[in-house]
């Protein structure tokens, strides 16, 4: 199994233009989850996902669009990146439902936005 | 609301000392506990979790943590540290009901000197 793969690994974007952070799993998990890293700030939940076709809103949605038409992908995008979209991006995935469950993490994806 | 507080963003240890690094949370019920660890450049790892039952957890790598009701903690211990221990320690709540979601802390970096 790859567990958690995310791409690009770095990225540098301007300000204004779009892009997509792509995340798959292979261990047929339900639950897929975005979250970003900022210095003080720990791990703040932007999208998640329940299953194929249903995603919802985490704490900082804004700016950044998700979509879920296959268990296996959940991909993020910014839809007009700013400065303030630069950070480190993590997905994560778990196998049922409930915040019992250990959540597996993706290696991040570095975001510059100039 | 929910919160999880590290007080501590940085701590320094020398190889082989002992280890605590603290964790407080605010949630209106026992939730569940977790604690993650990030390595430079990688995701985030589960080292131990708390749902229920005995309130000493041992998790990977000789990691322990202590529920404390009464404190409203779940500090993280090691009994001798290793150099590979150096990395960063994030503890996090899970919702016990309603909608799927952690809640991360800001995190405690570890150095440890040979």
């Known amino acids: 199994n790859a567990g958690v793969t995310q791409t690009p690994k770095f990225q540098v974007l301007k300000t204004g233009q779009s892009m997509t952070l792509q995340c798959a799993q292979d261990?047929?998990?339900?639950?897929m989850s975005w979250y970003r890293q900022d210095p003080g700030m720990g791990l703040r939940l932007i999208h998640y996902?329940?299953?194929?076709?249903?995603?919802d809103q985490g704490e900082v949605p804004n700016g950044y669009n998700v979509s879920r038409s296959t268990t296996e992908d959940f991909p993020l995008r910014l839809l007009s990146a700013a400065p303030s979209q630069t950070s480190v991006y993590f997905c994560?995935?778990?196998?049922?439902?409930?915040?019992?469950?250990?959540?597996?993490f993706g290696p991040g994806t570095r975001l510059t936005v100039l | 609301a929910q919160s999880v507080t590290q007080p501590d963003i940085h701590i320094t240890v020398s190889e082989g000392a002992s280890l605590e690094l603290r964790c407080n949370y605010s949630?209106?019920?026992?939730?569940?506990l977790f604690w993650y660890v990030q390595s430079p450049g990688q995701g985030l790892q589960l080292l131990l979790k708390?749902?229920?039952?005995?309130?000493l957890v041992q998790g990977i790598k000789g990691f322990e943590a202590e529920f404390k009701r009464s404190q409203s903690s779940f500090n993280l211990r090691k009994p001798s540290v290793h150099w590979s221990d150096a990395a960063e320690y994030f503890c996090?709540?899970?919702?016990?009901?309603?909608?799927?979601?952690?809640?991360f802390g800001t995190g405690t970096r570890l150095k440890v000197l040979a």
């Open positions: 996090a709540v899970g919702a016990t009901s309603g909608t799927y979601k952690y809640i």
């Open positions: 994560a995935s778990s196998h049922t439902s409930g915040s019992l469950n250990e959540q597996f």
């Open positions: 261990m047929n998990h339900e639950y």
């Open positions: 949630y209106g019920a026992t939730p569940y």
């Open positions: 996902s329940v299953g194929a076709g249903i995603t």
């Open positions: 708390y749902f229920s039952g005995d309130t």
